[in-house]
């Protein structure tokens, strides 16, 4: 059974940063690709980065590249998404996920879900 469990959400003003956290459960976290999607008030849910097993890959969705970064710690079976310059955009409720890459695609395949954490950005 793998369980993902987010913290870092909250409210924070325009071009303030946030750095959102998941922990992991399960022996196999690290064989796995880990990612984060976000769901805003009224839209579909959509893929916002990814990073590789080994980490030796990551990609993001166009309009968070730049500002935002994924890092993973095996060891601590643990994801991060650290937010910069946050826009009133970016808000949503944030889910870490696990799964794997997909081939030219820049999104992943995903087989668990975390239950989320809400990110507000104020302008």
């Known amino acids: 059974q793998v369980q993902l469990l987010e913290s870092g959400g909250g409210l924070v003003q325009a071009g303030d940063s946030l750095r959102l956290s998941c922990a992991a459960s399960?022996?196999?976290?690290?064989?796995?690709?880990m990612g984060w999607f976000r769901q805003a008030p009224g839209k579909e849910r959509e893929f916002v980065a990814a990073v590789t097993a080994s980490s030796a890959g990551t990609w993001y969705t166009d309009s968070v590249k730049g500002r935002f970064t994924i890092s993973r710690d095996n060891g601590k079976k643990m994801v991060y998404l650290q937010m910069d310059d946050l826009k009133p955009q970016d808000t949503a409720v944030y889910y870490c996920?696990?799964?794997?890459?997909?081939?030219?695609?820049?999104?992943?395949?995903?087989?668990?879900w975390g239950q989320g954490t809400q990110v507000t950005v104020s302008s």
């Open positions: 399960g022996r196999t976290f690290s064989l796995y690709t």
């Open positions: 996920v696990r799964g794997r890459a997909i081939p030219t695609k820049p999104t992943m395949e995903v087989d668990y």
